[in-house]
Nanobody, 115 residues
Framework: QVQVVESGGGLVQPGGSLTLSCAAT????????MNWHRRAPGKERELIAS????????NYADSVKGRFTISRDNAKNTVYLQMNSLKPEDTAVYYC????????WGQGTQVTVSP
């Protein structure tokens, strides 16, 4: 059974940093690309970062490019999202998703950026 569990969310001040983790089990982790999405209050869900199976290629939404870094550790079945220079507009629920064809989602973790 596929399980995807995000952790690491919380309250952080503007300009601060936070690292999210996503632990995935129930499938061969290294076979799948991984994605991070977020949904801000009152907005559509947004794909913000993707990483290939080996981690050699990454892609970012313009809204987070240069501030966020996606990485993965295939030995630990975990993908990370390092978030720096956080802004209030980064406040959202952050979701981890297994790439195609599985497409499984985690339950999300709340990130709040506020003074």
């Amino acid at each position: 059974q596929v399980q995807v569990v995000e952790s690491g969310g919380g309250l952080v001040q503007p300009g601060g940093s936070l690292t999210l983790s996503c632990a995935a089990t129930g499938f061969v982790f290294s076979f799948y690309p991984m994605n991070w999405h977020r949904r801000a209050p009152g907005k559509e869900r947004e794909l913000i970062a993707s990483i290939t199976t080996t981690g050699t290629r990454t892609n970012y939404a313009d809204s987070v490019k240069g501030r966020f870094t996606i990485s993965r550790d295939n030995a630990k079945n975990t993908v990370y999202l390092q978030m720096n220079s956080l802004k209030p507009e980064d406040t959202a629920v952050y979701y981890c998703q297994v790439g195609p064809p599985l497409g499984s989602w985690g339950q999300g973790t709340q990130v709040t950026v506020s003074p």
